[in-house]
C-alpha cells in the first residue's frame, strides 16, 4: 500500500484510490467502492494512515473529523476497543455527536482494516417510533393479561378463605389444613408470575463476551441432568468444531436454554423412549443452537400464539417463558424459530452472533 507514487507517474492519469498505485486501465472496483452508498474507510494500523476512504464515508464525516486523521476517525469508529478485545465482523452501534454510525470492523491482514460504516440516525428514530407505537399496543393487551393472571388467583384465594371463616366451628383440622394449602398453591401461581415479570426486564443491557460453546453447554446441561434422568429424558448432543465460539451474555443465554429445555421436558411427559437432542453448528458468522425434542409438539392453530403474553398450555404456566426468551435473545442480536410436527417433534433453533477468536 505505498501512497508515494505520484498520480501523473500513471499513464491514465489516474490511481488506484486504494493503493495510489497508477491504474493499468479501468479499475471499476475502486469507482464502485467509491461510489457505493455505505462508507468504506481502510485504516493501516501499523502505520496509523488512513489509506482509503470513499465518498460516503468522507459525507459522514463532514464538518466533525478530518477525514484523513487517523486518530480522529479511529476513535470515533472505536477501534482500538476492536483491536484489544479482537473483536471483529460484528456489527456495533457507535454514538457519534447527536447521530448514531452502524459499523463493521473487518481485518483484511495482519495491519490493515476494512470498515464498513452507516448512518443510522434516521434508522433509529423510525425504529424507535415503531418500538413505541407497538409497546402502546401491546401495553393494554398485556395490562389485561396480567389482572387476569393475577385475578384469577386472588380470587381463588378469597373464595378459600371466605369458606374457612364461615365454617370454621364446623370444620376439622386437617380439612381447614386442606383449605390453607389450595390457598398456598393459588400463592405461588402469583409469586410464579411476579418472576416472570421480573425476569421480563432482566438483561436490559446485555454484557456480551466471547464465550467457548462445548463446555458452556456441557456446564449447563449437567445442571439439568440429574431433573431429566428422574424422568427418563435422554439427552444427546452434537457440538460441531467450527461452531466453538459466540458472542453474547452467557447468564442471559443460560436462562434461555433453561427456559427451552423447560418446554421440551414438559412436552415429553409421558411420551416414550423421550429425548432431546442438541446440536450447534456455523452458517457465516452466525452460531445455531438447535433443541430438538420427540414430545407431544405444537397444534398448528398454536403455533402463531407462540411468542404472545400469556400464551400457555399449562395449568402452573404463565406463558411468560418464550416471550422472554425472544426479548432477551433480540437483544444479543439473536432470534428464535420454532418448527413443530404435533406428535412427532419441535425444533426450537437459536441464532446468535459467533465469537472473534480469543487471543
Ligand atoms: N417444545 C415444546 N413442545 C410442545 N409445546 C411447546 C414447546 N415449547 C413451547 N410449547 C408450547 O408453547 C406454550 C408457551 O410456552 P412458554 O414457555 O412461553 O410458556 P409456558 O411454558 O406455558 O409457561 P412458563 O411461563 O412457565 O414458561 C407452552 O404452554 C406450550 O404449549
Ligand atoms: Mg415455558
Same mark, same amino acid.
Given at each position: 500500500?505505498?501512497?508515494?507514487?505520484?498520480?501523473?507517474?500513471?499513464?491514465?492519469?489516474?490511481?488506484?484510490?486504494?493503493?495510489? +498505485?497508477?491504474?493499468?486501465?479501468?479499475?471499476?472496483?475502486?469507482?464502485?467502492?467509491?461510489?457505493?452508498?455505505?462508507? #468504506?474507510?481502510? #485504516?493501516?494500523?501499523?502505520?496509523?494512515?488512513?489509506?482509503?476512504?470513499?465518498?460516503?464515508?468522507?459525507?459522514?464525516?463532514?464538518? +466533525?473529523?478530518?477525514?484523513?486523521?487517523?486518530?480522529?476517525?479511529?476513535?470515533?469508529?472505536?477501534?482500538?476497543?476492536?483491536?484489544?478485545?479482537?473483536?471483529?465482523?460484528?456489527?456495533?452501534?457507535?454514538?457519534?455527536?447527536?447521530?448514531?454510525?452502524?459499523?463493521?470492523?473487518?481485518?483484511?491482514?495482519?495491519?490493515?482494516?476494512?470498515?464498513?460504516?452507516?448512518?443510522?440516525?434516521?434508522?433509529?428514530?423510525?425504529?424507535?417510533?415503531?418500538?413505541?407505537?407497538?409497546?402502546?399496543?401491546?401495553?393494554?393487551?398485556?395490562?389485561?393479561?396480567?389482572?387476569?393472571?393475577?385475578?384469577?388467583?386472588?380470587?381463588? *384465594?378469597?373464595?378459600?378463605?371466605?369458606?374457612?371463616?364461615?365454617?370454621?366451628?364446623?370444620?376439622?383440622?386437617?380439612? *381447614?389444613?386442606?383449605?390453607?394449602?389450595?390457598?398456598?398453591?393459588?400463592?405461588?401461581?402469583?409469586?410464579? $408470575? $411476579?418472576?416472570?415479570?421480573?425476569?421480563?426486564?432482566?438483561?436490559?443491557?446485555?454484557?456480551?463476551?466471547?464465550?467457548?460453546?462445548?463446555?458452556?453447554?456441557?456446564?449447563?446441561?449437567?445442571?439439568?441432568?440429574?431433573?431429566?434422568?428422574?424422568?427418563?429424558?435422554?439427552?444427546?448432543?452434537?457440538?460441531?468444531?467450527? !461452531?466453538?465460539?459466540?458472542?453474547?451474555?452467557?447468564?442471559?443465554?443460560?436462562?434461555?436454554?433453561?427456559?427451552?429445555?423447560?418446554?421440551?421436558?414438559?412436552?415429553?411427559?409421558?411420551?416414550?423412549?423421550?429425548?432431546?437432542?442438541?446440536?450447534?453448528?456455523?452458517?457465516?458468522?452466525?452460531?445455531?443452537?438447535?433443541?430438538?425434542?420427540?414430545?407431544?409438539?405444537?397444534?398448528?392453530?398454536?403455533?402463531?400464539?407462540?411468542?404472545?403474553?400469556?400464551? +400457555?398450555?399449562?395449568?402452573?404456566?404463565?406463558?411468560?417463558?418464550?416471550?422472554?426468551?425472544?426479548?432477551?435473545?433480540?437483544?444479543?442480536?439473536?432470534?428464535?424459530?420454532?418448527?413443530?410436527?404435533?406428535?412427532?417433534?419441535?425444533?426450537?433453533?437459536?441464532?446468535?452472533? !459467533?465469537?472473534?477468536?480469543?487471543?
Amino acid at each position: 500500500m505505498d501512497s508515494s507514487i505520484n498520480a501523473t507517474a500513471c499513464s491514465h492519469k489516474k490511481c488506484c484510490p486504494i493503493s495510489k +498505485t497508477p491504474c493499468l486501465g479501468e479499475c471499476i472496483y475502486a469507482n464502485i467502492l467509491d461510489d457505493i452508498s455505505m462508507g #468504506l474507510v481502510g #485504516l493501516d494500523i501499523k502505520e496509523r494512515k488512513v489509506f482509503f476512504q470513499n465518498k460516503q464515508a468522507v459525507e459522514i464525516f463532514k464538518g +466533525t473529523v478530518q477525514s484523513k486523521d487517523y486518530d480522529a476517525v479511529s476513535s470515533v469508529l472505536n477501534i482500538e476497543d476492536c483491536i484489544t478485545a479482537n473483536r471483529f465482523n460484528l456489527r456495533q452501534t457507535l454514538p457519534f455527536g447527536n447521530r448514531f454510525l452502524g459499523c463493521t470492523v473487518y481485518r483484511i491482514a495482519e495491519s490493515y482494516l476494512w470498515i464498513y460504516v452507516t448512518d443510522i440516525t434516521e434508522k433509529m428514530r423510525l425504529d424507535s417510533i415503531a418500538e413505541a407505537v407497538n409497546t402502546m399496543n401491546n401495553l393494554g393487551y398485556i395490562f389485561s393479561g396480567i389482572r387476569h393472571e393475577l385475578g384469577n388467583p386472588i380470587n381463588s *384465594i378469597k373464595t378459600t378463605m371466605t369458606v374457612c371463616r364461615n365454617n370454621i366451628q364446623a370444620y376439622s383440622k386437617d380439612t *381447614i389444613l386442606e383449605y390453607i394449602n389450595r390457598a398456598m398453591t393459588d400463592i405461588t401461581r402469583v409469586e410464579d $408470575l $411476579l418472576k416472570d415479570l421480573k425476569n421480563f426486564s432482566m438483561y436490559e443491557n446485555p454484557d456480551r463476551r466471547n464465550v467457548l460453546i462445548p463446555p458452556y453447554l456441557e456446564n449447563l446441561l449437567s445442571m439439568v441432568a440429574p431433573d431429566f434422568g428422574s424422568s427418563n429424558i435422554k439427552i444427546k448432543t452434537a457440538l460441531r468444531p467450527e !461452531a466453538e465460539l459466540g458472542y453474547f451474555d452467557p447468564r442471559a443465554l443460560q436462562h434461555v436454554i433453561l427456559n427451552i429445555l423447560t418446554n421440551a421436558s414438559d412436552a415429553l411427559q409421558g411420551r416414550e423412549n423421550p429425548e432431546i437432542a442438541i446440536s450447534t453448528y456455523r452458517i457465516g458468522d452466525r452460531i445455531i443452537i438447535k433443541v430438538r425434542d420427540n414430545g407431544c409438539g405444537i397444534p398448528d392453530e398454536q403455533k402463531k400464539h407462540l411468542f404472545k403474553p400469556f400464551t +400457555t398450555t399449562k395449568t402452573q404456566g404463565t406463558g411468560l417463558g418464550l416471550v422472554i426468551v425472544k426479548k432477551m435473545l433480540s437483544k444479543m442480536d439473536g432470534t428464535i424459530t420454532i418448527v413443530s410436527t404435533q406428535n412427532v417433534e419441535t425444533i426450537v433453533t437459536i441464532n446468535i452472533p !459467533a465469537g472473534s477468536q480469543l487471543v
